[in-house]
């Protein structure tokens, strides 16, 4: 079982930086790959980026290539995604994933947190 809290989201300005922390809960959790995904008002939830259980691979939607990193600490329990020169289109709340395997969708997510919001200005 594994709790994932979000936070660090907020208003920011096109171009500009802000790093997402999600904290986790469980004994487990070093064995989850994790994930970011993102949901506009109106949009489907769609895949940001990934990592896997020991941190050596990643994988990231080409929408945000070059520009977002998704890391994460197991000894803190912690999945981040720095983002990086934020465009408009990155306005979107933004959950923290976890599962057993690889994630790619949200249909292989097993585990959710609440989201948090980012919104970037022009």
């Known amino acids: 079982q594994v709790q994932l809290v979000e936070s660090g989201g907020g208003l920011v300005q096109a171009g500009g930086s802000l790093r997402l922390s999600c904290a986790a809960s469980?004994?487990?959790?070093?064995?989850?790959?994790t994930a970011w995904f993102r949901q506009a008002p109106g949009k489907e939830r769609e895949f940001v980026a990934t990592?896997?259980?020991?941190?050596?691979?990643?994988y990231y939607a080409h929408s945000v290539k070059n520009r977002f990193t998704i890391s994460r600490d197991n000894a803190q329990n912690t999945v981040f995604l720095q983002m990086n020169t934020l465009k408009s289109e990155d306005t979107a709340v933004y959950y923290c994933?976890?599962?057993?395997?690889?994630?790619?969708?949200?249909?292989?997510?097993?585990?959710w947190g609440q989201g948090t919001q980012v919104t970037v200005s022009s």
């Open positions: 994933a976890a599962a057993r395997s690889d994630i790619r969708a949200t249909q292989n997510v097993q585990f």
């Open positions: 469980g004994r487990t959790f070093s064995t989850y790959y």
């Open positions: 990592i896997n259980a020991n941190g050596l691979a990643t």
